[in-house]
C-alpha cells in the first residue's frame, strides 16, 4: 500500500466509517483527522474514529499521502482552501461527495498543482454524525472514481488500492455520467421520500398520528429515506442541479402515464409495468446488490445493535 497517511476532512458517517475500516482493515496506514465542528472532534475522539484528531485542518493534512474530504459537498470549496498551503506537494485529494463534476471543478480549482482524484462511494445510511460511522460500511460496495484526462496512472492505482483495501469495488467514470446515472438511482429517490413524507404530514384530512399510526410496510420505508440529513441533501441537489431537473422531467412524464392509465381503467399498463419493475428488484437480489450492510445498529448508534424489526 502506497499510501501510509491518509487525512481526513470530516468525522461524520462517512468519515468516521473511513477511519475505522482503515483500522480495521488497513492497520498499516495511520489516519489523522479533522471536524470544523468542536464537539464532533470530541465525539470523534471517544469513539477513536482516527488515529490522530488535530485541532485544524493544516495540522491534520501536513504529513499526509492522501487527503479526503467527508463534508457535504456545498462545504468542500472552503475546507479545500483552508489546507491550500499546507498540503505536501505529492499528497493525492480526494472525497466523498454524493455528485461528482461541481465537487471535482472545485477541487481542482482551490488546489491548483495537485492531483484531484474525485470519488464517491455509493454507500450510506439514513444517519449522519461521528456515532453513525462503522468499519464495514465499504464492504462489497461499490466506489466510483472520476478521474480526468490529467489524472496519474500511479495516484489513480493507489487510490484504487486503498478502497479496495477497505473493502470496496471499484468502478471509474466520467463525472457528468456519473452524475445522471445517480441523479436516477439515488438523488431522485431520495427527493420522492422527502416529497411522500412531507405531502402526508401536511394532508388536512388525515391526521399526523393516523399517519405515523398505519405507516407499515411502504411508507415506513419511505421514512427512513427522508431522515436523511437536511445539509447534505440540500448540497447534493443545489450540485447536481441539472441532471437531477432532467430526470425529474423523465419521472413526471412517467408518473403522468401512470395518472392517465389509472383515470383510463388501463390496468394492462399498470400490470406490465409492475411486472417489469419486480424483475428489476430480481436482478438486484440476484447480483447481490440488495440491503448487502450488516447488522448496523440503527436502534443504538453504535454499530452494534439490532436492526429496528420492519
Ligand atoms: N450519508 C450517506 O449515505 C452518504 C453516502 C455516500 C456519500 N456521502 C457524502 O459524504 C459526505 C459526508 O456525508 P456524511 O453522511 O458523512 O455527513 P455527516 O453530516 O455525517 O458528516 C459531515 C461532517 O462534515 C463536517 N464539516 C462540515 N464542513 C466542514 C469543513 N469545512 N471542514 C471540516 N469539517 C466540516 C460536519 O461538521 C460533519 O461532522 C457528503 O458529501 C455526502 O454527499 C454520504
Ligand atoms: O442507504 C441509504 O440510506 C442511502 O441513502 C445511501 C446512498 C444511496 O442513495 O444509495 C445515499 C447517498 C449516497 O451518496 C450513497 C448512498
Redesign the pocket.
Known sequence: MAIKRAAI???????GSIGLAVKEFLPGVTTTG????PG?RVRAGLRGLVGEVCGT?EHAVADADLVIF????G?IP??AE?IRGSLPPHAIIS????SKQTVGEALRAALPGHTVIPA??????ER???E?GFASLFQHRWCILTPDEDTPPDALADLQDFWEGIGARIEIMDAAHHDLVLAVTSHIPHLIAYTIVGTASDLEDVTRSEVIKYSAGGFRDFTRIAA??P??WR??FLHNRGAVLEMLGRFTEDLTAMQRAIRSSDGEALFDLFTRTRDIRNSIIEMGQDDARPDFGRADHTGQGTKEPS
Open positions: 476532512i470530516g468525522l461524520g458517517l462517512l468519515g479533522f471536524d470544523i465542528d464532533v485542518a467527508c463534508v457535504p459537498v462545504a472552503a475546507a483552508q472525497d466523498v461527495g454524493s464517491h462511494p455509493v454507500a450510506g445510511t449522519s454524525g461521528p453513525a436523511s440529513d445539509t447534505m448540497d447534493v
